[in-house]
T-cell receptor
Framework: SAVISQKPSRDICQRGTSLTIQCQVDSQVTMMFWYRQQPGQSLTLIATANQGSEATYESGFVIDKFPISRPNLTFSTLTVSNMSPEDSSIYLC????????????FGQGTRLTVV | GQQLNQSPQSMFIQEGEDVSMNCTSSSIFNTWLWYKQDPGEGPVLLIALYKAGELTSNGRLTAQFGITRKDSFLNISASIPSDVGIYFCAGMETSGSRLTFGEGTQLTVNP
């Protein structure tokens, strides 16, 4: 399985500021995703990070609020922009390898608190 | 859009008891994945299922891919305190497509 390192593991941020979360994978992977998990809730997909092109966002999420980069097959960043307390969540990076049987693996998550 | 109903929402059991949880979908999935999430951690993949009717075990865990492709269950036998956590099912329509997650089952095991 892929080993995924996510940074930072947690942060407390002031409203109105932005935070960039990094996701590093120990091997080249085809697909990278970003999820949000609000307190006590399940995981919601924010976007698919596409290598070399703009991310594909799910309904309710926009690039201005959650800009994403994916410069290569092992690295991606998610920025949470102009934060408000409602953005307090766990943000998770996920990877999938497109092979015969697809498996999806997650980083340890970034716990964000906006004050 | 797709919906996954996971039940039960929570379970409180005694150590040694068996546990069963399931997920049903409004649409067909080609892959079912079961995860466990501990506090402060990301979900960890427990079992992956790829064929209708498939029954797969991982230690004390057993999961099945329903024949209709719209449901899956996870059983945990002889529970132990470290089984405590939140268990999520997730379905994928086709390889590389988005994962849809269930709402999770919070498991508490009393020693």
């Amino acid at each position: 399985s892929a080993v995924i390192s996510q940074k930072p593991s947690r942060d407390i941020c002031q409203r109105g500021t932005s935070l960039t979360i990094q996701c590093q994978v120990d091997s080249q992977v085809t697909m990278m995703f970003w999820y949000r998990q609000q307190p006590g809730q399940s995981l919601t997909l924010i976007a698919t990070a596409n290598q070399g092109s703009e991310a594909t966002y799910e309904s309710g999420f926009v690039i201005d609020k959650f800009p994403i980069s994916r410069p290569n097959l092992t690295f991606s960043t998610l920025t949470v922009s102009n934060m408000s307390p409602e953005d307090s969540s766990i943000y998770l990076c996920s990877v999938e390898d497109l092979k015969e049987n697809t498996e999806a693996f997650f980083g340890q998550g970034t716990r964000l608190t906006v004050v | 859009g797709q919906q996954l109903n996971q039940s039960p929402q929570s379970m409180f059991i005694q150590e040694g008891e068996d546990v069963s949880m399931n997920c049903t979908s409004s649409s067909i999935f080609n892959t079912w994945l079961w995860y466990k999430q501990d506090p402060g951690e990301g979900p960890v993949l427990l079992i992956a299922l790829y064929k209708a009717g498939e029954l797969t075990s991982n230690g004390r865990l057993t999961a099945q891919f329903g024949i209709t492709r719209k449901d899956s269950f996870l059983n945990i036998s002889a529970s132990i305190p470290s089984d405590v956590g939140i268990y999520f099912c997730a379905g994928m329509e086709t390889s590389g497509s988005r994962l849809t997650f269930g709402e999770g089952t919070q498991l508490t095991v009393n020693p």
